[in-house]
């Protein structure tokens, strides 16, 4: 029996001995590509190769791709532990053929592998094509070439658009599939008990492979109608499942009965003290804990965290879904999560490294979330009492209960046991179908405003991309180059020229101008042309590989196609921004080497007056950490080491050690940027920016804030140079001018001040305590000290108590509540153009007067509203004018209450 790992290394060894290029798995974060929320297939990272926007060095590649399908438009989430083959996150093998070979050699292929390498026997699988319609032929040539290879003709059978065609987007790239299914059942000479069921319900024939041909191009001619045309150079697009093809060759029924999962799910069975058995509830929450915690612990070593947005979104919400499981079902009372997700990383560290590289990063991170969604869980179960006790009695909207699901994490099978509970007697199954329609609307609106999105580009920089040939960007040996020659000229569309007064857009055979990319902004400066024609750069980017466009506003004369102008870069902007951008390298390897390496770049800005650095971390900075971290980059910048770059082929820079951002996409051939201090490398990455040609050019490094900006995501920003100097030439004027102030010396400053903020507090708590004896004194009132009035037989007190702060007022509440013994207090306050009101209620009248009741009729009087509990309760309001009526009022209330 063939392990997982074998039938990875055995797909990959063959296709390498056919002339394939093995590449390795993309993160799970998309580089460049606002269309996806994860990597969701193994073409994904080959798409910009297929669109024609990218040229490799190869023409043939395979790889195993790391995937997860939650959210978007490939959501298993909900099926995930209910049926034998959906996951979040799964295993992608592929074989890739970009315009070299096409459907002939890959139905070959994907025979003798199956066949030939892997010793399926024929009599299991079935072949499926595409059989035509108005727009498209049937698929005649994939039919033949199976038949060719081996395949009886009666099990390859036809299937239209929806099974067999496959197309990126409504415009682009396109074409007919062939899948590959297997038949498990215990018949398999006898083809009428498995051709009913290829695409059909059940598990008993399943799909393994699918071969994507990419034969077509679908424009559209006018809105709604479009056409086919043929491919210069048709592409060849594979994806088989790994989990998959391990129970076929394992002999088992489901993928989670592989030895891909069931370790993790006898894992969960022993921490939880259980047995499992998998028709049981408890089996159904070992299967879902099992596939999310491989999907987090992926997702989270690869650089997406749990949050509230997107991505972030969907994790946590993959963790939550795993942890509820845990805990409702096999009752763990403690952190368990985290053990699981170590597990995985176990498992799977030896294929994928930098599940180890980051363990301990991934364990915090899941222990994090599980503690706040424990949290979490209770405070959602009283959002939901919240939600019944709004509609009186009524039945809640599925859009209502919904929300509860998406954002507090309230699980929706105690929604329904809470709506059965008070009287609401629906099915199960009518129960999930209104209820998933809810939800479906909700995460459609979430998507559309957080998560998905479509890349927006012009298609002109594609059709220029594939005319010419790269723009040679000479900027990393000069800020000027004298004889750039237009090649194109675009104002919306591609034009012949931009004259005086107009703003386009200008690409150069070679360019000095960085184009925006890394994190670092494009250069800006000045295209002189013959004649003395003149044009601002107000941007430099690249939208499609190889192209560098300039964006420029045409300030003299014109600007032609053909013309041979000069491009001179504002050097001193870029001066300051590649102080900026190596500073950024000395802070990232100062972050990792105070805080530890689970720190990873998670976002930058490089600009050329400041630098903005996100990276994954659980908690604010100490003032000693940051201190730390400037007094790294200052001590490195001040030893003046040398920044060396050198170019070379991507694995090769892997193996060397250089850290690879995440979400970025690099060529076959990388710059390596390393700067070495005495103990040797300080740091050591891939990148394509420009940088000082030694640490001491940086001049002077200090950070500005520290925040964070989403859960286990921080964000610093910092300056250097001339504007760090000032930064710190300020600092020293106002010190002057504080110890001048305060009479006293620099070295005492900080005593002086600490003095008088201890005087300060004293002061205050004195003034305070005076407020309250003077605000709980009985001015006015009766001999007796009372000010109460009688309401219905029960004593009510309501006074103004301006002056005091919040904390105060309670604690006079408090006193006066005390004095009356029986009765109602009622406070009222205003500061600063707000209002707030107490209502206290003594412990034997609670059940007449409450004081949430009394509040909520009270708050709406000074503008806002209020709530608490039956013996206290608080309210607030922008109305101060009409405090006074508020507090009259609580007398009428009362007595209504008392009646």
Avoid at 356 to 373: A, S
Avoid at 869 to 897: H, I, T
Wanted: hydrophobic letters at 40%.
């Amino acid at each position: 029996m063939m392990t997982g790992n074998e039938i990875r290394e055995a797909f990959l060894k063959y296709f390498e001995e056919n002339g394939h290029t093995t590449v390795r798995s993309s993160p799970l974060l998309p580089a460049n590509d606002p269309t996806l929320l994860f990597t969701n297939a193994g073409m994904n990272q080959f798409k910009d190769v297929f669109l024609g926007a990218e040229k490799r060095e190869y023409v043939r590649a395979a790889s195993s791709q790391k995937c997860i399908r939650a959210g978007g438009k490939h959501n298993d989430l909900d099926e995930v532990g209910k049926t034998a083959r959906h996951h979040t996150f799964f295993e992608m093998l592929g074989n890739f053929s970009f315009g070299n070979y096409f459907k002939e050699d890959a139905i070959k292929y994907a025979w003798e592998l199956l066949v030939d390498v892997l010793g399926l026997d024929p009599k299991r699988l079935w072949f499926t094509v595409y059989e035509g319609d108005a727009e498209v032929p049937p698929d005649e040539d994939a039919e033949r070439f199976w038949a060719q290879v081996g395949a009886p003709r009666e099990r390859i059978l036809r299937f239209g658009r929806q099974d067999n065609f496959w197309q990126m987007g409504e415009t682009g790239p396109c074409g007919p599939c062939s899948e590959v299914h297997y038949y498990m059942g215990d018949s398999p000479d006898d083809p009428e008990n498995s051709v009913a069921n290829v695409n059909g319900p059940g598990d008993t024939i399943m799909e393994i492979w699918n071969l994507v041909f990419m034969q077509f191009e679908r424009s559209e001619v006018s809105p709604g109608t479009y056409k086919l045309e043929p491919l210069p150079a048709p592409s060849v697009d594979t994806g088989a499942g790994l989990e998959r093809l391990a129970v076929v060759l394992q002999g088992v029924k489901s993928n989670y009965d592989t030895d891909l999962i069931r370790p993790i799910i006898n894992y969960t069975a022993k921490l939880a003290d259980r047995n499992y058995e998998p028709e049981s509830q408890a089996g159904f929450a070992m299967r879902v804990i099992a596939d999310h915690a491989r999907a987090t612990a992926f997702a989270i070593a690869d650089g997406i965290l749990p949050g509230n947005e997107g991505r972030n979104y969907v994790l946590r919400k993959i963790m939550r879904r795993a942890i509820y499981q845990g805990v409702h079902t096999l009752g763990f009372e403690g952190p368990f999560f985290n053990q699981v997700a170590n597990f995985v990383v176990d498992q799977m560290k030896e294929t994928f490294p930098e599940l180890e590289q980051h363990r301990e990063f991934v364990e915090k991170m899941v222990r994090l979330e599980e503690e706040r969604f424990r949290s979490t869980l209770t405070v959602g179960l009283n959002k939901l009492d919240e939600v019944f006790a709004s509609t009186k009695g009524a039945m809640p909207e599925y859009k209502t209960l919904a929300r509860l699901y998406d954002t507090f994490g309230t699980p929706r099978d105690l929604i329904r046991v809470g709506l059965q509970e008070r009287g609401f007697a629906i099915n199960e199954d009518e129960f999930n179908s209104a209820f998933d329609v809810a939800l479906q609307e909700l995460q459609q609106t979430v998507a559309a405003d957080k998560g998905e999105g479509k890349a927006k580009t012009n298609p002109v920089y594609a059709e220029l991309a594939g005319r010419f040939d790269r723009s040679v960007f000479k900027g990393y040996e000069t800020t000027r180059v004298d004889d750039a020659k237009v090649v194109a000229v675009i104002k919306g569309n591609e034009v012949d020229s931009l004259s005086e007064g107009d703003e386009g857009e200008i690409v150069l055979d070679r360019t000095p101008f960085y184009s925006e990319s890394g994190g670092q902004v494009g250069d800006i400066g000045l295209l002189v042309g013959p004649s003395g024609a003149l044009a601002n750069v107000l941007d430099t980017y690249s939208p499609a590989q190889g192209l560098i466009v300039h964006k420029v506003r045409v300030d003299k004369g014109g600007f032609n196609v053909g013309d041979v102008v000069s491009a001179e870069v504002d050097v001193e902007k870029r001066d300051a921004t590649r102080r900026n951008h190596t500073a950024t390298h000395l802070m990232h390897a100062a972050l990792r080497e105070v805080l530890g390496t689970h720190v990873k770049q998670a976002g930058s800005v490089v600009a050329p007056t400041y630098l903005r650095f996100d990276f994954t971390h659980y908690q604010p900075l100490t003032t000693a950490e940051k201190e730390e971290i400037e007094r790294l980059v200052n001590y490195h910048i001040l030893r003046n080491e040398p920044v060396q770059i050198d170019e070379m082929a991507i694995e090769e820079a892997m193996r060397s050690g250089a850290m690879a951002l995440f979400g970025e996409k690099y060529g076959e051939k990388v710059r390596v940027l390393s700067i070495n201090g005495i103990e040797g490398i300080f740091s050591k990455e891939l990148c394509g920016g420009t940088h000082v040609r030694a640490t001491g050019d940086i001049g002077l490094f200090k950070i500005t804030s520290d925040e964070s900006i989403a859960s286990g995501v921080r964000r610093i920003r910092a300056i250097t140079g001339m504007d760090a100097y000032e930064r710190f030439r300020e600092a020293e004027v106002l010190v002057d001018g504080l110890s001048s102030g305060l009479r006293t010396s620099r070295n005492d400053l900080q005593g002086t001040v600490s003095r008088l903020q201890d005087e300060l507090k004293k002061a205050r708590r004195e003034a305070d305590e005076l407020r309250l004896k003077l605000a709980s004194g009985a001015t006015g009132a009766s001999a007796n000290g009372d000010e109460s009035r009688e309401v219905a037989g029960i004593k009510v007190l309501a006074r103004e108590a301006s002056g005091l702060d919040a904390a105060a007022m309670r604690q006079l509440s408090d006193t006066l509540l005390a004095r009356i013994k029986s009765g109602v207090v009622v406070l009222g306050r205003s500061s600063d153009g707000k209002v707030s009101l107490i209502v206290r209620t003594s412990a034997d009248l609670t059940g007449k007067v409450p004081a949430g009741q009394v509040i909520k009729e009270l708050a709406p009087i000074i503008g806002g509203r209020g709530g608490g509990k039956a013996d206290m309760a608080e309210g607030g309001g922008n109305q101060p004018e009409n405090l006074a009526a508020a507090l009259q009022k609580s007398y009428e209330v009362v007595e209504r209450l008392m009646s």
